[in-house]
C-alpha cells in the first residue's frame, strides 16, 4: 500500500452509513479513483462536511493496487464553488461535465489536460452570470477533439469549397463537411447552418474562461446543441443519453411553461 497525494474534483459523493462518505474523484495525477471518507480525526469537521459533489480539493489517500476503492486519509478543501452550489441554473449545468468526465475516463486513467479543463470549465461557470452555456459547449467540443475526433468544419470535404452557403451538411461519423452542392447520401449526415458552422469553430478555437463573452441566439444555440450532442454521441458511446442533459431540458421546459402560465 502506498501513501498518494493529489489535487481532485468530486464527480460525485455519496453518504455510507452515519459516518463514511463514498466519493468518485478525478483526480490530475491519477484519473479517475473511488474513494471512500471516513469520518475521522484525521479530516476536520469542517471539511469532512463539505466534501460533497463539485468541491475542488485536495487528498491525501491510500492506495493499493488493483482494488476498486482507496481510502482518504487527509482532505482539504481548495474551492468549494459556492455559486455552484447555490444556483440551481448553474448547479445544473455543472453536472453536465462531470457527468461526461465520470462516463467516458476509465478508472485511473490520468489526463491532466482534461482534469485542467474541467477545473477551468467549473471556475468560468461560478464567476459568470451570462453565456452559461457557452462554456458547457466549449467543454465539450475541447473534450472531444482531445480525445482525437476533433471535427473539421472550415471547408467541403469533396470539392473543398469554402465559400458561404445557406446551409452545409454535416457528415457525423466522419466530423467533415459538405456543401449544398456536393450534398451527401449518407445516412446519418446533419443540415447544418452557416451561423452554426462558424459558431462552433468559434466554440473549438476559444479559451474556456473567454467562451461566455459572445451570447448566441437561442434558435442558435438549439441548433449547435443538437448537432453536438449528436457528434459526442456517435465518437463517445458512453456519452449517449446524459441523464444531467435530460434533467436541465426538463427543467428549462419547467419555466417556460410556468412563464407561460403567469
Ligand atoms: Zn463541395
Not at 476536520?44 to 492506495?63: D, M, N, Q
Request: aromatic content about 8%; hydrophobic content about 35%; proline content about 3%.
Amino acid at each position: 500500500m502506498s501513501i498518494l497525494k493529489s489535487e481532485a474534483i468530486v464527480l460525485y459523493s455519496q453518504r455510507q452509513g452515519e459516518t463514511s462518505k463514498r466519493l468518485q474523484l478525478y483526480s490530475k495525477e491519477y484519473g479517475k479513483l473511488g474513494v471512500i471518507v471516513k469520518g475521522s480525526q484525521s479530516i476536520k469537521a469542517r471539511h469532512w462536511g463539505s466534501l460533497e459533489t463539485l468541491s475542488y480539493i485536495e487528498a491525501v489517500f491510500y492506495y493499493k493496487s488493483g482494488r476498486p476503492l482507496h481510502y482518504i486519509k487527509q482532505a482539504s478543501i481548495i474551492h468549494a464553488f459556492p455559486s455552484l452550489h447555490s444556483e440551481l441554473g448553474k448547479w445544473a449545468l455543472a453536472a453536465i461535465p462531470l457527468e461526461i468526465v465520470n462516463r467516458t475516463q476509465e478508472p485511473e486513467d490520468s489526463n491532466s489536460y482534461l482534469f485542467d479543463l474541467l477545473l477551468k470549465t467549473l471556475c468560468t461557470l461560478e464567476k459568470n452570470e451570462k453565456g452559461l452555456k457557452n462554456i458547457i459547449r466549449a467543454f465539450e467540443l475541447h473534450m472531444v477533439s482531445d480525445a482525437g475526433f476533433k471535427p473539421s468544419l472550415t471547408r467541403c470535404d469533396h470539392c473543398s469549397n469554402e465559400t458561404e452557403a445557406l446551409y452545409w451538411h454535416f457528415l457525423i461519423k466522419r466530423g467533415v463537411l459538405r456543401c449544398s452542392q456536393c450534398g451527401t447520401l449518407e445516412r446519418e449526415s446533419l443540415k447544418i447552418s452557416t451561423d452554426a458552422r462558424k459558431a462552433l469553430n468559434w466554440l473549438m478555437a476559444v479559451s474556456i474562461p473567454d467562451s461566455p463573452t459572445v451570447l448566441l441566439p437561442g434558435k442558435l444555440g438549439k441548433e449547435i446543441d443538437h448537432i453536438l450532442y449528436a457528434f459526442l454521441e456517435a465518437h463517445l458511446e458512453s456519452m449517449n443519453n446524459l441523464k444531467s442533459v435530460r434533467a436541465l431540458e426538463a427543467m428549462q421546459k419547467n419555466l417556460q411553461q410556468n412563464q407561460n402560465s403567469r
